[in-house]
């Protein structure tokens, strides 16, 4: 089985309760609770920088040092869709 990530912020989207919701209330199968909501970005003018600071501290709180997570966040966000429209 293949990872899903939240193409916002690269939460690991393991089981459905992690889930954003659309507009109707179904669940999102492409974003997280805490980046999307009722079909819609929660902080919508956020910057893809602004989501690294944003991200790097959770990162630390599961072992990966700073200057890893983010590098790591670096070259994975700009792959995800909602920054690869922002990037091109």
Not at 20 to 25: A, H, I, L, P, S
Not at 26 to 40: D, F, I, N, R
Request: charged share 30%.
């Amino acid at each position: 089985m293949t990872k899903t990530f939240c193409q916002s912020c690269s939460m690991p989207l393991e089981n459905t309760e992690i889930l954003g919701t659309e507009k109707d209330g179904s669940k999102s199968s492409e974003y997280c609770l805490y980046c999307y909501e009722e079909g819609a970005f929660k902080q919508p003018d956020l910057t893809m920088e602004q989501m690294i600071e944003i991200c790097v501290p959770f990162m630390k709180e599961e072992g990966m040092e700073e200057s890893a997570a983010r590098e790591l966040l670096q070259k994975h966000l700009p792959e995800l869709a909602r920054w690869k429209t922002v990037s091109q």
